[in-house]
C-alpha cells in the first residue's frame, strides 16, 4: 500500500474554498486515490474517488496530475459543519491478493472558522 | 440510502469480560471489516473477512479477537477476555467490488464505544 502524506491541520473560514493536498509517491499502476471524511465519534466516510485527471461529485472535487504521485481535495464554499478530519487513501481494493485493507494515516483535520 | 448498523453505540464492561459487537453490513456486500480507534489516535485495521472465513488480520487482531457472520445479516466481532487497552471506538465496515473504472469503497458504520472498566 502506498505512503501517503498529507498536512496535520488546516484553518479556513465560511464560505472559503479549502485545499488539501495529498503526497503518493510510490502509487502503483492499480492504486485507487480515495478520501474520507471523519466527525468526531463517527465512522469514517466516503467522500470521492478518482484515478485519474479530475473528479467531481456534489460533495468535493478531487484533482489529480499525470504522474498520479499527488492529488488535491477540494472542498467549495466550507460551512462550520465540514470541520472533521480528512483522509487520503491510496490502494487498489480486492485483486492481485489484496484484501481491501484501509491504512489510516492521521489525516488533515480541517478547523473552519466563522 | 443503505447504510452499515452497529449496535450497541456504547458498551461498558468490566476487565475480562466477554463482548460482542454487532453489525449489519450493507445487504449485497461481500467484503466486512473491522477497524477499530483509540481516543485521539489513528483508525486501525483489525480483520477483513470474505467469503465466511478471516482474509487477513492484523497484530492487533490476536486470539483474545474472533468474527463470526451467524447468519446472512449479521457480522460479529468477540474480544474473549477484555483488556484495559481495547476501550476504544470499533468501527465496521462493509464494501463490495464494483469493478473498474471504479475501486472499492468501504462503507462505515457509527461504531461502538467500548470502555473496559
Known amino acids: 500500500l502506498a505512503k501517503t502524506t498529507q498536512p496535520i491541520s488546516m484553518d479556513s473560514y465560511e464560505g472559503q474554498e479549502v485545499n488539501i493536498t495529498c503526497s503518493h509517491n510510490?502509487?502503483?499502476?492499480?492504486?485507487?486515490i480515495t478520501w474520507y471524511q471523519q466527525f468526531p465519534s463517527q465512522g469514517p466516510r466516503f467522500i470521492i474517488q478518482g484515478y485519474k485527471t479530475k473528479v467531481t461529485n456534489e460533495v468535493a472535487s478531487l484533482f489529480i496530475p499525470a504522474d498520479r504521485k499527488s492529488s488535491t481535495l477540494s472542498l467549495p464554499r466550507v460551512s462550520l459543519s465540514d470541520t472533521a478530519v480528512y483522509y487520503c487513501l491510496v490502494g487498489e481494493g480486492h485483486g492481485s491478493g489484496n484484501t481491501g485493507k484501509l491504512i489510516f494515516g492521521q489525516g488533515t483535520t480541517l478547523q473552519v472558522k466563522p | 440510502e443503505p447504510e452499515v448498523t452497529q449496535t450497541p453505540s456504547h458498551q461498558v464492561t468490566q476487565m475480562g469480560q466477554e463482548v460482542i459487537l454487532r453489525c449489519v453490513p450493507i445487504s449485497n456486500h461481500l467484503y466486512f471489516y473491522w477497524y477499530r480507534q483509540i481516543l485521539g489516535q489513528k483508525v486501525e485495521f483489525l480483520v477483513s473477512?470474505?467469503?465466511?472465513?478471516?482474509?487477513?488480520k492484523s497484530e492487533i487482531f490476536d486470539d483474545q479477537f474472533s468474527v463470526e457472520r451467524p447468519d446472512g445479516s449479521n457480522f460479529t466481532l468477540k474480544i474473549r477476555s477484555t483488556k484495559l487497552e481495547d476501550s476504544a471506538m470499533y468501527f465496521c465496515?462493509?464494501?463490495?467490488?464494483?469493478?473498474?473504472?471504479?475501486?472499492?469503497?468501504?462503507?462505515f458504520g457509527a461504531g461502538t464505544r467500548l470502555s473496559v472498566l
Open positions: 473477512f470474505y467469503n465466511n472465513e478471516i482474509s487477513e
Open positions: 510510490n502509487i502503483a499502476t492499480n492504486d485507487y
Open positions: 465496515a462493509s464494501s463490495d467490488t464494483i469493478g473498474p473504472p471504479f475501486g472499492d469503497i468501504q462503507y
